[in-house]
């Protein structure tokens, strides 16, 4: 299972080399220090290669290796062929809620609900007229560096073209996003899934078709270009195929990437914003307003709080971020600060989804001085958890279209393991919190 993938791009700066992670929204260029927005990071469907670690080169030596290790005569490596192979990758949070009774209390027991939860990076075949077999690139690599698959980065090797469309990876999705899920506590009267902050890409991986002379006999192998190792060895009909389709595709990339990077500053003022990789939103530290992507920009969110004056010089005051959307004629609250698992965030968006705050605009001399955590979990993805939250627990379901949507600054201050809002004693634990407190 791949834990995090890197992604290398150019800053446009200086054209230095820079890695972050998939999911960033932000980063910072190592060579000239400049702070770099991540554009279209959490689109969907980007197209990222694995550049291989086995060249042509190093094949013969790999073929020996892998011949010794199989008892095969000495080969003679007659052609080496170097190209992408596609796999689909999705991730998110698959979420079961359960409504049931504790085993052994079935007849007179009290209905009680559970809250199951898995963080989801499957990877699927999106070629189909090679099987690569069970092999998934993400088995055996902790942490890969990812490129987008350009021609550039793909060098003169050929992208095996996708065969299997997007909805039909969806459709797969389906039952896969829910496997192995933990097994429930309950003895189950009704359950509901969804699948949450659903991100799809395309990995391509690198591979080898090697053609070898053993004896008398020719060997047709399949290379896995990473480690080195034979995936499989593959028939004669299987390869002419496999080159007629390498060969319809062999200039061409597999799409436009809507990846970029831009210089991080505010649009109103030429402030800093800070790099932080995992913020939805940056507030400017010159002019305090609140910058989002939209639409491969930057765009300005309307910026609320629910503090006072002497608050915000408070230092021993933490205000944390909410989403605020509209419902009817009323508003309702979602986090947007980061907890640590998704199980932890459905519990406080259920407790605050009708708590109200006098929410108004942050008076211009408070906005530099507030101490706040980050944004980390953005509109969309809030409103997804909103969902969840309303079809769980019977609560009315807001109108997703023609609605306005404001980040909210709540206050919070520290009191025991807990961060309390003065408002209604609302509390947050410290502990499932993903940010240090400052
Ligand atoms: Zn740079
Ligand atoms: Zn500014």
């Given amino acids: 299972m791949i834990r995090s993938c890197y992604v290398s791009h150019h800053c446009p700066q200086c054209s230095g080399e820079v ?20 554009l279209g990071s959490r689109s969907m469907w980007l197209n990222f290669l694995i550049k291989p670690v086995v060249g042509v080169r190093d094949t013969a030596h790999e073929v020996t290796r892998i011949a010794m290790k199989n008892g095969w005569k000495p080969p003679l490596l007659r052609s080496v062929i170097p190209f992408y192979f596609p796999f689909y990758r999705t991730t998110g949070h698959a979420i079961k809620w359960i409504k049931g009774v504790k ?8 209905a009680s609900e559970e809250i199951l939860t898995r963080h989801v990076d ?10 690569p077999g069970l092999f998934s690139p993400g088995y055996r690599a902790q942490s890969l560096n990812l490129a987008l698959a350009t021609r550039e980065n793909a060098g003169k090797a050929p992208f095996a073209p996708i065969q299997k469309d997007r ?46 002379r053993e004896g008398r006999q020719m060997r047709l192998l399949l290379l896995d270009a990473v480690g080195g190792s034979l995936i499989r060895q593959i028939g004669h009909e299987e390869m002419e195929t496999l080159l007629d389709n390498l060969e319809l595709r062999e200039s061409r990339s597999p799409g436009e990437t809507r990846l970029k990077l831009a210089p991080l500053m505010c649009p109103e003022c030429a402030g800093d914003l800070d790099p932080d990789p995992s913020a939805h939103l940056r507030f400017c530290k010159a002019c305090g307003r609140g910058w989002e992507e939209g639409a491969g920009r930057l765009r300005e969110r309307e910026c609320l709080w629910a503090g006072t004056r002497p608050q915000a010089r408070d230092t021993s005051m933490i205000f944390l971020p909410f989403w605020r959307r509209h419902a009817d004629d009323r508003e309702l609250y979602i986090p947007a600060f980061s907890v640590r698992s998704p199980r932890l965030l459905y519990n406080l ?4 989804y009708h708590a109200q705050f006098p929410a108004e605009p942050i008076p211009y001399e408070n906005r530099l001085r507030i101490q706040s955590l980050p944004v980390g979990l953005p509109p969309d993805g809030a409103d997804e958890m909103a969902d ?25 201050r520290k009191k025991g393991p807990d961060l309390v809002e003065p408002f209604k004693g609302l509390a947050v634990p410290i502990s499932s919190l993903e940010a240090d407190l400052p």
Wanted: hydrophobic fraction near 40%; aromatic fraction near 10%; charge should be negative.
């Fill in 19 to 38: 890695v972050f992670d998939q999911g960033a929204t932000g980063t910072r260029c190592r060579y000239c220090g400049a702070g770099l927005l991540v």
């Fill in 103 to 110: 085993p052994g209390l079935e007849i007179h027991g009290d």
């Fill in 122 to 131: 499957l990877m699927r075949p999106a070629h189909m007229d090679l099987s």
């Fill in 167 to 212: 909805e039909e990876h969806s459709r797969d999705m389906e039952e896969a996003f829910f496997d192995s899920m933990p097994e429930p506590g309950l003895k189950v009267w009704e359950e509901r899934c969804f699948r949450l902050w659903e991100t799809n890409s395309v990995l391509f991986f690198p591979l080898l078709l090697v053609e070898i």
């Fill in 349 to 352: 968006a259920a407790r605050y």
């Fill in 388 to 412: 969840v939250v309303a079809k769980t627990n019977a609560r009315e379901q807001f109108q997703k279209k023609g609605t306005s949507q404001s980040l909210v600054l709540v206050p919070f």
